[in-house]
């Protein structure tokens, strides 16, 4: 998705003034989209709580960095520092021309290993939160490298919303068969992003509180979210503690090495 800033801004605003009563088209939802990620970078705290299948709950608090390359891929850094027993938890997640290559360091084993982007373990559960290795894929700051299709309009309770269903571009190793997005007309932000299967199917959801969304610099971010993994039956609410858009990160956080333990924090 391209677009120069000037149109960028110029069909969001024309989006946000009509959105009262006309339908979005669909190069304002890709303006919208693209008008609304970090420009280069963000670095986030976050705390989670999980709710698991028969009653159990966890509890996690890390932060998440993420960057656009050089090279405009994603790279995403995630460090758990609670509790205890995770401390040192570390995964990083770089955009490659065949999808992603994962990396993990383990406390226990004290080694950084390789993780196999296919299969059983690329679709593994991040610290049994409903969070998946490749759901990073589809955070917002992703989404401006997914190709909507032709918007319709609805609501998520008293939102209006565009309704739109994303792919990735060609070449890319999808998780999932279908993506719908149900992006708020004032904001930009996506309120419910349904994930499906090949057999239509639904997975999983990710939904954002409306009343946690407040503008950080440029754009509008969600403090509150969820996401409910279907077929696992978790539900993990998501709560930003502190954000930074467009910090700048060092180029050595985006390597193995730096997941040893101490150095992802």
């Known amino acids: 998705m391209k677009a120069s800033t000037a149109s960028v801004l110029g069909a969001v605003g024309c989006w946000l003034v ?3 009563g006309s339908a979005a088209s669909l190069e304002e939802i890709q303006a919208c989209l693209a008008s609304n990620i970090p420009k280069t970078s963000s670095s986030l705290t976050v705390k989670l709580h999980s709710r698991h299948r028969g009653g159990g709950e966890s509890r996690h608090e890390g932060s998440i960095r ?3 390359s050089a090279e405009g891929r994603s ?3 995630i460090c758990m520092v609670y509790p205890p027993a995770v401390r040192g938890l570390a ?3 770089l955009g490659s021309d065949s999808g992603v290559n994962l990396w993990g360091y383990l406390p226990e084993k004290e080694r950084v290993i390789q993780i196999h982007a296919r299969g059983a373990a690329r679709r593994a559960r991040i610290a049994r939160t409903a969070i998946g290795y490749d759901d990073l894929r589809y955070l917002p700051m992703n989404l ?6 032709e918007p319709r309009d609805s609501r998520v309770g008293d939102r209006r919303v565009a309704v739109i269903e994303l792919s990735l571009p060609p070449g ?3 998780v999932y068969e279908r993506i719908v997005s149900f992006v708020d007309r004032e904001s930009c932000v ?3 992003t349904e994930f499906y299967d090949t057999a239509d199917q639904l997975l999983k959801v990710a939904t954002a509180d409306p009343g946690s969304i407040h503008r950080e610099g440029e754009i509008h971010v969600a403090r509150s979210l969820s996401l409910e ?6 539900r993990t609410e998501l709560r930003i503690e502190r954000i930074q858009v467009d910090p700048a990160l060092p180029d050595d956080m985006f390597v193995p090495n730096h997941l040893r333990r101490n150095l992802c924090r």
């Open 18 to 20: 009509a959105g009262a």
């Open 66 to 68: 993420w960057r656009r």
């Open 75 to 77: 790279e995403t850094l």
């Open 91 to 93: 995964y990083l997640i």
């Open 144 to 149: 401006s490298r997914a190709e909507p299709r």
């Open 172 to 174: 890319e190793d999808p």
């Open 190 to 192: 996506p309120l419910r």
């Open 229 to 234: 993994d279907l077929k696992n039956e978790v």
